[in-house]
């Protein structure tokens, strides 16, 4: 699943109509797409280290920017 580098889902949703700031995970190939839509969570900013998701979201892109976010 793909990390969106933002803070909160708020933030991911007013960046609509921005390129995404995100970092592949994937080993099997890249999971963006310029025109598409696909899954992504954030990293925690927890200092413990939790590993847990702090929000999850459906990204849709249309010409390499954010048209969606669910």
């Known amino acids: 699943m793909m990390i969106l580098n933002y803070l909160s889902k708020k933030e991911l949703k007013e960046n609509v109509g921005q390129e995404l700031k995100y970092t592949e995970t994937s080993v099997f190939g890249n999971e963006f797409k310029t025109n598409g839509s696909f899954a ?13 998701r702090e929000f999850f979201a459906m990204v849709t892109m249309q010409n390499g920017f954010i048209s969606k976010v669910s």
């Open 40 to 52: 992504g969570c954030n990293r925690p900013h927890d200092y413990r280290g939790t590993g847990k």
